[in-house]
């Protein structure tokens, strides 16, 4: 039944890729194929742990944030360092919806040397419109959350990782694949966390560091698609369109709903939503249809040029796992 998603695999533009298909149940397709590093000629294998890069914001941010932070709140009455800043009007639910006036991303590594500089950098960022006055995708706000969640719970976000789901963060905890040739670090990235600024976090971040397999980020997912995450009113306020723009892109908390950034092919569900990771990585869950799809790669492996390749691919993927499932 699926022999055309190993097809599409075996061609694949990226050196590694793993692909999952399930339904609220049962794991139908769970395939690995490729090289997992380029200059040694190893072979991706199921348990290799995988860079998830923003797939870390909706599999281990997101849960936290909705469990234990109110989404009406502003900022600053959760979180007391962001008082007397901007950022701190916007809500929580603003934040994790990419409409708190945040940048889309700052390149804190480059001028701050330890992560409590760069959380300071962070809060004191100026924003660029009025909260709620419209959406752009930013890292800032999930790195805000992150720090957040973790004064208000004690707990680190790799603790509450572990105990969630089993996802780790960095360095990871067995075989991983490779990632890019990071020009700041000047060395190749393996099983240490691709992003620039997480990694000069010590690796631990809101908004990218997990680490997870395959079948880890499977289950995580598949929880998502069954709504045993969080109680029934968050899971569906996660799902529901929050904020958009004039670029078409769509979000709810967290998600990104279609058609924002063609992160989905054209037979997508109504009720659909997903995510994706810059190292190469996607999760698209079709509740109404019952099934949910997670890729994960190392298109980065070893440049970031021509992302073009990786969308394009997942269409495919995606248009081929629906006709499945029609």
């Not at 409590?116 to 809060?123: G, L, P």
């Not at 780790?168 to 060395?187: D, F, K």
Request: glycine share 10%.
């Amino acid at each position: 039944m699926y022999d055309e998603i190993s097809a599409l695999m075996a061609a694949a533009p990226m050196p590694a890729v793993a692909v999952s298909v399930f339904d609220r149940t049962t794991t139908r397709f769970s395939e690995v194929t490729g090289t997992a590093d380029a200059t040694t000629g190893r072979p991706v294998g199921p348990h290799d742990w995988w860079d998830l890069a923003s797939v870390t914001k909706t599999l281990v941010t997101l849960p936290e944030v909705l469990a234990h932070l109110d989404l009406d709140s502003p900022l600053a009455d959760v979180w007391s360092p962001t008082r007397d800043h901007p950022v701190g009007r916007a809500t929580v639910g603003q934040l994790l919806s990419h409409q708190a006036g945040l940048p889309a991303v700052r390149q804190f590594f480059r001028t701050a040397a330890t992560r409590q500089e760069i959380v300071a950098q962070a809060v004191a960022t100026p924003l660029v419109r009025a909260p709620g006055s419209g959406a752009e995708y930013s890292d800032l706000g999930f790195l805000l959350l992150g720090e957040a969640v973790q004064d208000h719970t004690g707990l680190s976000l790799a603790e509450l990782a572990r105990r969630r789901s089993g996802l780790r963060y960095g360095p990871a905890p067995g075989a991983a694949v490779a990632t890019e040739i990071c020009a700041w670090r000047g060395r190749l990235i393996v099983g240490e966390v691709h992003d620039e600024n997480a990694y000069a976090m010590g690796g631990v971040a809101g908004h990218a560091g997990a680490f997870g397999t395959l079948a880890q980020v499977t289950a995580a997912a598949q929880a998502w698609l069954t709504g045993e995450v969080l109680p029934s009113h968050l899971h569906r306020a996660a799902s529901r369109c929050w904020a958009e723009n004039a670029a078409d892109e769509r979000f709810g908390l967290g998600w990104w709903l279609p058609p924002t950034r063609g992160i989905c092919g054209p037979s997508a569900g109504a009720d659909a939503y997903g995510c994706s990771g810059f190292v190469g990585n996607r999760i698209w869950l079709e509740p109404a249809r019952g099934y949910g799809v997670v890729v994960l790669s190392n298109r980065v492996h070893t440049s970031r040029e021509h992302p073009e390749r990786f969308r394009d691919w997942c269409v495919c993927l995606l248009e081929a796992v629906a006709a499945l499932h029609g």
